[in-house]
Nanobody, 123 residues
Framework: QVQLVESGGGLVQPGGSLRLSCAAS????????MGWYRQAPGKQRELVAA?????????NYADSVKGRFTISRDNAKNTVYLQMNSLKPEDTAVYYC???????????????WGQGTQVTVSS
């Protein structure tokens, strides 16, 4: 079992910045990737950014956030961050932390989710 606790959401004006944090606990040694997803009202949940835990920390980003958002990790604190700069109204959504664990026995991954944190970009 993996538990994820997010923090750092809030209301910010367009062009502003926020940093989200996600602290992982439990069976953290089983995690091979962590990431941030978001879901806006009436839309599907989408991947924002992800970082590998086991292969040198490689990252990937949604095209809509490249150059504005940065995902990073602090292994000592078992925490992943999402630094969000130059925020736009279309970034408004509930942001969810994700931890992916491979289940070797069935050849699939299992996803753990945080409770979500609201990010609102508005003037």
């Amino acid at each position: 079992q993996v538990q994820l606790v997010e923090s750092g959401g809030g209301l910010v004006q367009p062009g502003g910045s926020l940093r989200l944090s996600c602290a992982a606990s439990g069976s953290i040694a089983t995690i091979n990737r962590m990431g941030w997803y978001r879901q806006a009202p009436g839309k599907q949940r989408e991947l924002v950014a992800a970082i590998s835990i086991i292969s040198g920390g490689s990252t990937n980003y949604a095209d809509s956030v490249k150059g504005r958002f940065t995902i990073s990790r602090d292994n000592a604190k078992n925490t992943v961050y999402l630094q969000m700069n130059s925020l736009k109204p279309e970034d408004t959504a509930v942001y969810y932390c994700n931890a992916r664990v491979p289940i070797v026995a069935i050849g699939r991954d299992y996803d753990y989710w945080g409770q979500g944190t609201q990010v609102t970009v508005s003037s």
